[in-house]
């Protein structure tokens, strides 16, 4: 099984950076893929970023792309969304997600906010 702990969140100013960081354990060897979605309240959990563990090829949802970075720190079992220049529509629940051999799992989420 695989665990995933994620933190990073907070309050920020609509320009501004943060960077979401998530913790992996468990069974980290049958790690395929790292992810990042959001969700805002009664809509559907999107898409943001993911890593490959073996090789490391980033993929980004249009919206994010050029402002967002995720990397990935193997002897920490961490990877981190680095995240810039953010504006309102940002402002999500933020998730950590692994895709692996066995079942996928999910992180708890964390809260962004992006003042105006």
């Known amino acids: 099984q695989v665990q995933l702990v994620e933190s990073g969140g907070g309050l920020v100013q609509t320009g501004g950076s943060l960077t979401l960081s998530c913790v992996a354990s468990?069974?980290?060897?049958?790690?395929?893929?790292w992810g990042w979605y959001r969700q805002t309240a009664g809509n559907e959990r999107e898409f943001v970023a993911s890593?490959?563990?073996?090789?490391?090829?980033?993929e980004y949802a249009e919206s994010v792309r050029g402002r967002f970075s995720v990397s990935k720190d193997d002897a920490r079992n961490t990877v981190h969304l680095r995240m810039n220049n953010l504006t309102p529509a940002d402002t999500a629940f933020y998730y950590c997600?692994?895709?692996?051999?066995?079942?996928?799992?999910w992180g708890q989420g964390t809260q962004v906010t992006v003042s105006s």
């Open positions: 997600h692994v895709r692996r051999s066995g079942p996928d799992s």
């Open positions: 468990g069974m980290i060897f049958s790690i395929h893929t």
């Open positions: 890593i490959l563990q073996r090789g490391g090829s980033t």
